[in-house]
């Protein structure tokens, strides 16, 4: 049937107005006889074989495409900043045996002494070597995408474009007191940064919330709202977040890079669903917990950058990340 269709093509070309009738009926004749009707076991192996084309076609465009606004998509724009000594905050916690851990962890941050002491040889001198381990989510600490979207990328995977940009600090606190612990922060107060300024922020800002939570920073009952330890402790965690409209309104009407906040999750302590990590990581943008010394940022009244290197794990759902604000001139 093949040499008959190639056949019929010539013979198309040769003469488009001469098409001769029998010819059309005896090809489709041919296609439904040998194709679709001649055979039901026949039919079902074609739709079946269009449907997984089609299945894989979806699932590869998923993996490849997340659900970003595409207005998003265009490159960065970029950004220029002048490290000197003092313009430099950190806004990491120390990793040390204080850092409260989440209640469902087994443990936290634990450093123990491989070698310390003075080696003998040729010269006597001093030596020392360590091991620390640790959950992905202690401290000061990046989310990845893979930590609550399937196809997310992991840390090792995660562009440098969202971990270094222009920073955006919203300052939550009200007459000197913390954000409330049941609050979510709405699209509303990320607005009145953007009011007062007149301006609009950047795409590819990195937007860092301060409730005031950071300032309690380790003590676990102040900053948890519970000392309890262990699954019976999660019911207990209070402390506000960012609530899932404004991530989405951050990431599809201002292109956000990635967003952080000083409190020990981006959901606030009482969510059960965590929609605000899922929105974020359905789209490919990371997070960070856990910030120190917000602040200082909030005090300056300066515009800065932002520069977050997590530890490169591969495959990590998180990292430990320092994070430094990079401040600008004063104005
Ligand atoms: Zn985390």
């Keep these: 049937m093949h040499m008959k269709i190639i056949a019929f093509m010539k013979y198309k070309e040769m003469n488009r107005l001469q098409i001769h009738t029998k ?3 005896f090809l489709r004749e041919e296609i439904y006889s040998h194709y679709i009707l001649h055979s039901e076991r026949n039919k079902m192996y074609v739709v079946g074989f269009f449907a997984s084309v089609l299945l894989l076609v979806a699932m590869d465009a998923a993996v490849a495409f997340p659900r970003r606004n595409l207005k998003c998509r265009k490159p960065l724009p970029s950004i220029r900043f002048n490290i000197r000594g003092d313009n430099l905050i950190d806004l990491t916690h120390n990793f040390d045996d204080h850092a409260p851990y989440w ?6 941050f634990e450093l ?11 010269v006597n001198f001093f030596s020392s070597w360590k091991f620390f381990s640790q959950p992905e989510h202690l401290g000061t600490h990046l989310d990845a995408p893979s930590h609550y979207y399937l196809n997310g990328i992991d840390v090792s995977g995660i562009d440098l474009k969202n971990l270094i940009g222009p920073g955006v600090l919203i300052n939550l606190k009200r007459n000197g007191e913390r954000f409330g612990p049941d609050s979510q922060i709405s699209i509303d107060d990320i607005m ?7 301006i609009r922020m950047r795409s590819g800002s990195i937007v860092l919330l301060y409730t005031g939570y950071g300032d309690v920073y380790p003590d676990r009952a102040a900053y948890f709202g519970t000392n309890m330890t262990g699954e019976d402790g999660i019911p207990h965690i209070r402390f506000p977040g ?18 952080g906040i000083d409190t020990a999750s981006i959901d606030f302590g009482q969510s059960t669903d965590f929609e605000t990590h899922r929105i974020l990581h359905e789209r490919n ?3 960070f917990e856990n910030l120190a010394n917000l602040r200082e940022v909030a005090e300056s009244g300066r515009n800065f950058n932002v520069i977050a290197l997590p530890q ?7 990292a430990p990340l320092r994070i430094v ?3 600008d001139k004063e104005a």
């Design 312 to 318: 490169k794990i591969a495959q990590g759902t998180g």
């Design 285 to 287: 943008i990371p997070n």
């Design 103 to 108: 209640p469902g962890d087994p443990s936290g």
């Design 242 to 259: 960012l609530s899932p409209d404004a991530a989405r309104w951050l990431i599809d009407h201002r292109c956000i890079a990635a967003v």
């Design 23 to 25: 010819t059309l009926c």
């Design 325 to 327: 604000a990079v401040l």
């Design 192 to 198: 009145e940064w953007e009011v007062e300024r007149k």
């Design 112 to 122: 123990k002494t491989l070698f310390s002491g003075f080696v003998n040889g040729t």
